[in-house]
């Protein structure tokens, strides 16, 4: 019988770490202390209750349709089925500009697709966040159209930022296509094989939030 194992997929969210140039970096601290909750109870009892300020595009996250249009699904009314226990796939590239091409003849229908580029070797450098590899408008409609559950990536955006356009934001949004940006460790993962799982909070009125990508291996 094969070793079922889970794989990480996702950066651990820290105090003060920037996701993206420009988005505030994430607070996290004690709401209660340990220290300040012993007063309330027995002696040798504590608890701590954590606080966290962080806008929602911070680590590996999702976005929704809400996220680029109004009209469209936000976190609390995403498709669980659209996020979690997915067939994976990940497509291993070298290119910058990602097109139609790196696609051509594989069948993505119903999986989730993960792009794999090696650029989360840069995560919490400058380089990350410049030159980074991302999908074209192209790859976007051929992943549309090929009937792809998830699109995800291990880079800082998935749409070229060098304009004011995202067309592969709005493609795929526009198709309830949930995508996943900022992951990591896809290098660790078999090319098929595993199942995929990115399930975010139930948030009304949200188009984005963190979640602990990850895989499940074998078994």
Not at 59 to 79: I, K
Not at 123 to 149: I, K, M, V
Request: charged share 20%; hydrophobic share 40%; aromatic share 8%.
């Amino acid at each position: 019988m094969a070793t079922r194992r889970l794989i990480e997929l996702n950066h651990i969210i820290e105090d003060g770490m920037v996701t993206y140039k420009g988005l505030p970096a994430p607070v996290i601290c004690d709401y209660w202390s340990r220290e300040a909750s012993r007063a309330n109870y027995a002696a040798g009892t504590e608890f701590q209750i954590g606080r966290i300020d962080m806008v929602a595009n911070t680590g590996t996250y999702l976005d929704t349709p809400f996220h680029r249009y109004a009209d469209g699904a936000d976190l609390s009314e995403l498709p669980l089925e659209r996020v979690s226990a997915l067939p994976g796939l990940v497509v291993r590239t070298a290119k910058t500009a990602i097109d139609a091409g790196v696609f051509a003849g594989i069948d993505v229908r119903g999986k989730a697709v993960l792009v794999n580029t090696g650029w989360d070797r840069h995560w919490r450098t400058d380089t990350y966040f410049s030159d980074h590899p991302f999908l074209t408008a192209d790859a976007a409609e051929a992943l549309r159209d090929g009937g792809a559950a998830l699109v995800g990536i291990d880079s800082h955006n998935i749409d070229d930022v060098s304009g004011n356009t995202r067309p592969v934001h709005s493609i795929l949004l526009a198709a309830g296509i949930p995508i996943v940006e900022h992951m990591t460790g896809l290098a660790q993962l078999p090319e098929t094989g595993f199942t995929f799982h990115a399930a975010p909070p139930r948030i009304k009125g949200m188009g984005t939030f963190p979640v602990r990508a990850h895989a499940v291996v074998g078994g």
